[in-house]
């Protein structure tokens, strides 16, 4: 069994990826909805988060656990790896593409305040971008994930908050946006259309799935089945996007799990 947990639902659009490459493999998903958003909490707040949901899915009969949230990744990847004994798999804004494909020399990023601060971040961006003549804009992508919790992925408020947030990148010239956050992915139709061509949307989620099927060596077949758990419960508008993601899967439901 895989497992995946994110701050919300927005880890989702990285096990569409991962089922991609995995479709006959069981999945179990924690949504971590009581404490979304990560993005302004304590380090040592998500650290403890992430803990006590890696031995939920470890006790669940997780192999392999992929922490599908890049905020929880910068807070406590490291952590996670030095206490359970399964391998993780970690994000982290894909900023080595995007810096090695520029033309122009300026890449954008919109990801969580707590994703900026992370070691991995700027182990990458120290590495790829020394010596070479690149400019990065960080911006912060206050009230999207609340989006997309939401359900408000194509809102009147969420499109004026991408424009917001994307044109000052494409002004400065911009020619690649990356997403630094799991739940940004399901803004891309609203996103792509800010862009209007001129900027390339990159998005981390493959990436991570092929390290994830690296990882696995799955003692059986399972059936494609999804476990998805929430310490919360969803608005009206996530249960629709839940339903539109996990539409053709065989999946069950289970919120307010207290951790």
Same mark, same amino acid.
């Given at each position: 069994m895989?497992?995946?947990?994110?701050?919300g639902?927005?880890?989702?659009?990285?096990w569409q990826?991962?089922?991609?490459?995995?479709?006959?493999?069981?999945?179990?998903?924690?949504?971590?909805?009581?404490?979304?958003?990560?993005?302004?909490?304590?380090?040592?707040?998500?650290?403890g988060?992430?803990?006590?949901?890696?031995?939920?899915?470890?006790?669940?009969?997780a192999?392999?656990?992929?922490?599908?949230?890049?905020?929880?990744?910068?807070?406590?990847?490291?952590?996670?790896?030095?206490?359970?004994?399964?391998?993780?798999?970690?994000?982290?804004?894909?900023?080595?593409?995007a810096?090695?494909?520029t033309?122009?020399?300026?890449?954008?990023?919109?990801?969580?305040?707590?994703?900026f601060?992370?070691?991995?971040?700027?182990?990458?961006?120290?590495?790829?971008? !020394?010596g070479? %003549?690149?400019? +990065?804009i960080?911006?912060?992508? =206050?009230?999207?994930?609340? &989006?997309?919790?939401q359900?408000? $992925?194509?809102?009147?408020?969420?499109?004026?908050?991408?424009?917001?947030?994307?044109?000052?990148?494409l002004? !400065?010239?911009? %020619?690649?946006? +990356?997403?630094?956050?799991?739940? =940004?992915?399901?803004?891309? &139709?609203?996103?792509?259309?800010? $862009?209007?061509?001129?900027?390339?949307?990159?998005n981390?989620?493959?990436?991570?799935?092929?390290?994830?099927?690296?990882?696995?060596?799955?003692?059986?077949?399972?059936?494609?089945?999804?476990?998805?758990?929430?310490?919360?419960?969803?608005?009206?508008?996530?249960?629709?996007l839940?339903?539109?993601?996990?539409?053709?899967?065989?999946?069950?439901?289970?919120?307010?799990?207290?951790?």
């Amino acid at each position: 069994m895989i497992g995946i947990f994110d701050s919300g639902i927005g880890g989702l659009s990285v096990w569409q990826k991962v089922f991609e490459l995995l479709p006959e493999e069981d999945y179990v998903y924690f949504a971590d909805s009581r404490y979304c958003p990560y993005g302004l909490k304590t380090d040592d707040f998500i650290a403890g988060r992430a803990q006590r949901i890696a031995q939920f899915l470890a006790d669940k009969g997780a192999d392999v656990i992929i922490v599908a949230c890049n905020t929880a990744t910068a807070a406590a990847i490291d952590t996670l790896r030095n206490g359970f004994s399964i391998p993780f798999v970690g994000m982290e804004p894909a900023i080595k593409p995007a810096i090695l494909e520029t033309k122009t020399g300026v890449v954008g990023v919109l990801a969580t305040a707590v994703t900026f601060t992370g070691r991995l971040y700027h182990n990458t961006l120290a590495q790829y971008t !020394a010596g070479e %003549d690149i400019e +990065v804009i960080e911006q912060v992508g =206050y009230g999207l994930v609340e &989006a997309v919790e939401q359900g408000k $992925v194509d809102a009147p408020e969420t499109v004026e908050l991408l424009h917001s947030y994307i044109d000052p990148m494409l002004e !400065a010239g911009a %020619d690649h946006i +990356v997403l630094g956050c799991t739940h =940004y992915p399901f803004l891309t &139709a609203e996103i792509e259309k800010i $862009v209007a061509g001129r900027a390339s949307v990159v998005n981390p989620a493959g990436a991570v799935a092929r390290q994830a099927a690296k990882l696995y060596h799955p003692v059986r077949k399972g059936s494609g089945r999804l476990e998805f758990y929430s310490s919360g419960t969803f608005t009206a508008g996530a249960g629709n996007l839940i339903g539109s993601v996990c539409k053709g899967h065989t999946y069950c439901l289970n919120s307010n799990i207290i951790l």
